[in-house]
C-alpha cells in the first residue's frame, strides 16, 4: 500500500509540474495575427499530458491489484515520453535560437518528460520484480 501511495503522490505532483512548468513558469511566443505558434501548441499538450498525470494518481489512490497499477504505470511512462518528445519532435518551439522558447522551454520540458518517464519506468521495473 504505501508503494502505491507514493506512485499516486509523485504522479501528483509530476503532473502539477509539468501544468505550471508549462503554462505559468516558462516563458513562451503567443499567438500572433490569429496564428498559433508551435511552442504555444506545445506547452498547451503538455499541459494536457500534465493533467493525464493527475488523473492516473487520482485512479492509483484507489486499491486495485499490481496489474492495474502496472497499466497505470505505462500509461504514466507513454505520458513522459509524449511530455519529452512533443516540444523536441513532435510539435517543437519556434525554429529561431534567440528565442526564449527554444533556448529553456523545450530542453526544461524534455528533461521533465525525461524525469517522469525515468520515474514511471523503474516504478514498472518494481512492480515486475515484487510479482
Do not use: W
Request: hydrophobic share 60%; with cysteine; proline share 3%.
Amino acid at each position: 500500500m504505501k508503494q502505491n501511495l507514493i506512485f499516486a503522490l509523485a504522479n501528483f505532483v509530476f503532473g502539477i509540474l509539468l501544468i505550471v512548468l508549462a503554462k505559468v513558469i516558462l516563458p513562451v511566443c503567443h499567438s500572433m495575427n490569429a496564428m498559433t505558434m508551435r511552442c504555444e501548441t506545445s506547452t498547451t499538450i503538455d499541459a494536457v499530458l500534465g493533467v493525464a498525470l493527475i488523473a492516473i494518481a487520482v485512479v492509483a489512490v484507489t486499491r486495485f491489484g499490481k496489474k492495474a497499477r502496472a497499466i497505470l504505470s505505462f500509461l504514466g511512462l507513454v505520458i513522459g515520453v509524449f511530455a519529452a518528445l512533443v516540444p523536441t519532435v513532435i510539435v517543437g518551439t519556434c525554429p529561431h535560437a534567440h528565442m526564449a522558447c527554444h533556448v529553456v522551454t523545450g530542453p526544461v520540458l524534455a528533461v521533465t518528460g525525461a524525469v517522469i518517464a525515468l520515474f514511471e519506468a523503474l516504478n514498472l521495473g518494481y512492480l515486475k520484480l515484487k510479482r
